[in-house]
């Protein structure tokens, strides 16, 4: 079992920079991912990173140069440090684990999930 715990979310104003973190407990060590879903839309995997050592991540094309996904296994967290924010930015992120594949990019992939957190993103 793992839990996950988002912190970090907030107001910003377009061309600031958040750092989301997520707080993992229970078994550690797996491929992580970070979401997000907007008001009426899918939610969408924004960045992931592998398992283990994180030597691997995957960045969706609108944040790419943007955010950056890096993981402190040591203290058992995953962040994502977000730069440039605009309002198409604004969403739920979610802190989600992979347990089963080596980096996932699928969010069928994804069996763990925390709780979301909000950023808003003021024009």
């Known amino acids: 079992q793992v839990h996950l715990v988002e912190s970090g979310g907030g107001l910003v104003q377009a061309g600031g920079s958040l750092l989301l973190s997520c707080a993992a407990s229970?078994?550690?060590?797996?491929?992580m991912g970070w979401f997000r879903q907007a008001p009426g839309k899918e939610r969408e995997l924004v960045a992931a990173?592998?398992?283990?050592?994180?030597?691997?991540?995957y960045y969706t094309s609108s944040v790419k140069g943007r955010f950056t996904i890096s993981r402190d296994n040591a203290k058992s967290t995953v962040n994502l440090q977000m730069n440039k924010l605009s309002p198409e930015d604004t969403a739920v992120y979610y802190c989600?684990?992979?347990?089963?594949?080596?980096?996932?990019?699928?969010?069928?992939?994804?069996?763990?999930w925390g709780q979301g957190t909000q950023v808003t993103v003021s024009s």
């Open positions: 989600a684990a992979d347990r089963m594949t080596y980096m996932g990019t699928k969010i069928s992939e994804y069996e763990y």
């Open positions: 229970g078994r550690t060590g797996y491929a």
């Open positions: 990173i592998s398992m283990n050592d994180g030597s691997s991540t």
